[in-house]
């Protein structure tokens, strides 16, 4: 069985770290906020040689970060990369989560936007609305959604889509230059491009 057809236990699992406590589970030493981007990741934006791709991140950013400002939602545990692969489905048909090093202590809905974009994306790379009803199906067994949360959702899909954009471009093009995934970064323009058509 593949984890697509696995989405709902994929949102439970979400929820379920969301409401751990770090301090009460010995998580007390887990940073605040490190899967956003840093004012340091914010400035490189301005040295991209795709100067189109860099005014639209930017654009796009400056829209997201004005909307959350006024945002007040308890920040909690996130996983801060739930994809396809950094799950397992066991034999016994259960599900263990790889690669912990984006752990923080930040806002659930940015965790579910990166699961949105890790497991709610169709063969075109496009948001797939069946695929992300059925991981917040999963989730809200345990966390129900207010109408505020589910009213913000799609600006912290697309929130979490633009800082994974910005990685790939910068770990492609500057850190560690690659020819064939020079281009990598435009499936997330084309993802986020999605969100607003499909939600």
């Known amino acids: 069985m593949t984890l697509r057809c696995r989405s709902t236990e994929a949102g439970e699992f979400l929820a379920h770290i969301h409401d751990l406590a770090p301090q009460a589970d010995g998580l007390d030493d887990v940073p605040v906020g490190s899967r956003r981007l ?25 829209r997201v ?27 016994d ?14 806002d659930p809905l940015l965790d579910l936007g990166m699961a949105a974009v890790g497991l709610a994306q169709d063969e075109a790379g496009l948001l797939a609305t069946d695929r992300l009803h059925t991981l917040l199906d999963g989730y809200e067994k345990r966390r129900p959604f207010t109408a505020t949360d589910r009213a913000l959702l799609p600006l912290e899909i697309e929130h979490a889509a633009l800082i994974i954009a910005f990685h790939r471009y910068y770990r492609h093009n500057i850190r560690f230059p690659n020819p064939e995934r020079a281009t990598y970064h435009r499936a997330m323009v084309r993802f986020t491009e999605s969100v607003a058509g499909r939600l």
């Open 65 to 91: 970060r004005a909307a959350e400002a006024d945002i007040l939602r308890a920040p909690c545990l996130i996983h801060g990369d739930l994809f396809d692969d950094n799950v397992i489905v066991r034999d």
């Open 93 to 106: 048909g259960g599900l263990s989560v790889l690669d912990w090093e984006t752990i923080s202590i930040d």
């Open 38 to 62: 840093s004012s340091g990741h914010v400035a490189q934006i301005s040295q991209f040689g795709d100067r189109k791709f860099a005014q639209w991140l930017m654009s796009r950013l400056d």
